[in-house]
């Protein structure tokens, strides 16, 4: 069953102060399905090995990592995060 709802920028925004994500992580940061998350976490885990580093963990990828290689903008989801927070408080 598809998820209708996108995820919020706070949601996102608690998966980028994550040291790791994993495939679920994925998910949330860019909705979408499983199977989508784990190509993309598998191209940064790739492009990890490529540099010459290792990851920690078999199964995740750090945060930083992630950032860098997909072109995630953190500036804009905290932005919209804190504009969630201000519109939830009124």
């Known amino acids: 069953m598809k998820r209708v709802v996108p995820y919020s920028a706070t949601q996102k ?5 994550r040291l790791e994500l994993g495939t679920l992580s994925f998910c949330i940061l860019f909705d979408c399905g499983r199977n989508r998350a784990l190509h993309l976490k598998r191209e940064v885990m790739k492009k990890i090995e490529e ?3 290792i ?5 995740k990828v750090p945060t930083a ?3 860098k290689y997909l072109g995630i903008d953190e500036a804009r989801i905290r932005r919209l ?4 927070k201000k519109d939830a408080s009124l």
């Open 81 to 84: 995060a804190e504009q969630e």
């Open 55 to 59: 990851c920690p963990y078999p199964d």
């Open 13 to 17: 925004l608690q998966e980028l102060n």
């Open 65 to 67: 990592s992630a950032i």
């Open 51 to 53: 540099s010459g580093k």
